[in-house]
């Protein structure tokens, strides 16, 4: 294949020096920065913004329960009717008005509880309105009917069940959301690289087949160099793109953090920061730290490394094929579905299928088949995979895109040559044949 090192030179600079792929590499990062700059903002804007919460209550059990905070403040209404009380929230332009109607019994007080607004209210408003009523009225009911509040909260016993393996390594519950977030982020990572790439091959083989330059080209390289000189050629102009995404990512992130000012903290990394200052939660923190501390870290990142690239690559063939066996990126459709099921098909096993029983015979079966194999393996590993499964389902992948590039040469060695037909299925079995 002396040919093969100069058709990979040509795709990658081909596709680098693209002035679409260059305005797209630089301006993509610069789009997604913009919109978490302003879905920063406008998220600020959300927490920042204060809601007056009216308390009406004709009972008089429920106006001590709730207190105010940063961004809700409760007024509790007295000396007035419900009428006056509804145009007084009106002309205030509070946020609504929590109304308690006066009953006797306790226990039929939630069908009397009702709140009033001009807009259709917060669903977490509401939530965190009826978590804090039912905690208050249940208390109460419990001590009009002789039941001691404090001792039943005393007697309260919490459970968290230590996870250890027979050789001593401790887990926890954590540990599972760490190897499903790892699985997880793999396949997406994987899944849109196909997509992107994939796509950039096929309409690649269909510019070049309906511009004839194929034509000059083929006459002095093998079909299958010529396949696997884009394949690999676009993988490496994708892979520079991507690295050059995540640099200027990184340097317009810390740009926009200190230079601008704005704040990019999100609420999950508020809540990170009280768990630490709480001892309580901090066992929290140490669990996460210790699940991420049982990753097999090496193994994860070959693993990844190589059925990522296994992976693609059998993919790409397909998409290669597709590209020489149509003239129009419309004719794609009818076989771009059997392509994207199995991809599919394979992330919903991952996270349906592996977290639960990631050792069972659905997870290990459609690990070894290669078309599934890169995300469900992956998925896997985090839960303990033997190396020797491992490598089988490593073989089985290299040995499938070996047989897929060898028949998708085939069709593309006839399809790339005809034109103004549109290919059917048995078409191409007849190219296989030939």
């Known amino acids: 294949m002396n040919h093969l090192p100069l058709i990979i030179k040509r795709e990658y600079l081909t596709k680098v020096r693209n002035k679409s792929f260059i305005i797209m590499t630089f301006l993509s990062p610069l789009i997604m920065i913009a919109l978490i700059a302003v879905v920063t903002y406008l998220s600020q804007l959300n927490n920042d913004k204060i809601r007056t919460i009216a308390i009406f209550d004709e009972s008089g059990i429920i106006k001590d329960v709730f207190e105010s905070t940063n961004h809700t403040t409760y007024n509790v209404l007295e000396n007035m009717s419900f009428e006056e009380a509804k145009a007084l929230v009106k002309e205030t332009n509070a946020y609504g008005l929590l109304y308690v109607d006066k009953v006797e019994d306790v226990s039929k007080i939630s069908n009397h509880i009702k709140f009033f607004s001009e807009e259709s209210p917060s669903l977490s408003i509401i939530s965190d309105l009826e978590s804090k009523l039912e905690q208050k009225l249940t208390d109460i009911n419990m001590q009009q009917n002789g039941v001691d509040v404090a001792k039943i909260n005393a007697s309260k016993i919490r459970i968290n069940i230590g996870q250890e393996s027979f050789e001593g390594q401790k887990t926890s519950k954590i540990d599972s959301v760490m190897k499903l977030a790892f699985g997880g982020v793999s396949g997406y990572l994987l899944f849109m690289f196909i997509i992107i ?166 997870s290990t079966v459609f690990s070894f088949i290669p078309l599934t194999s890169p995300v469900v393996m992956l998925m896997r590993i985090p839960f303990g995979v033997p190396i020797w499964q491992q490598l089988l389902s490593l073989l089985l992948l290299i040995a499938t895109f070996m047989f897929t590039v060898w028949f998708a040469a085939k069709i593309y060695r006839v399809g790339i040559l005809m034109y103004g037909k549109k290919p059917s299925y048995k078409e191409l079995i007849k190219w296989i044949k030939y």
């Open 197 to 362: 790439y994939g796509n950039m091959i096929m309409r690649s083989v269909i510019e070049e087949k309906t511009s004839r330059i194929i034509e000059v080209i083929i006459s002095s390289v093998k079909p299958i160099q010529l396949m696997l000189g884009k394949i690999i050629g676009t993988s490496l102009a994708g892979i520079t793109q991507f690295v050059i995404w995540l640099i200027i990512g990184s340097i317009l992130m810390l740009v926009l953090s200190l230079v601008f000012g704005i704040e990019t903290q999100t609420p999950q990394q508020e809540i990170m920061q009280q768990t630490m200052a709480t001892p309580e939660l901090s066992t929290h923190v140490q669990d996460f730290i210790n699940a991420f501390n049982n990753l097999p870290l090496v193994n994860l990142i070959f693993a990844f490394i190589l059925f990522f690239i296994g992976g693609y690559l059998l993919y790409s063939s397909f998409y290669a094929a597709i590209g020489a066996a149509v003239d129009n990126e419309t004719d794609t459709q009818q076989f771009m579905m059997p392509i994207i099921m199995p991809l599919i098909l394979a992330v919903y096993i991952g996270f349906f299928t592996v977290i639960e029983d990631p050792h069972g015979t659905v």
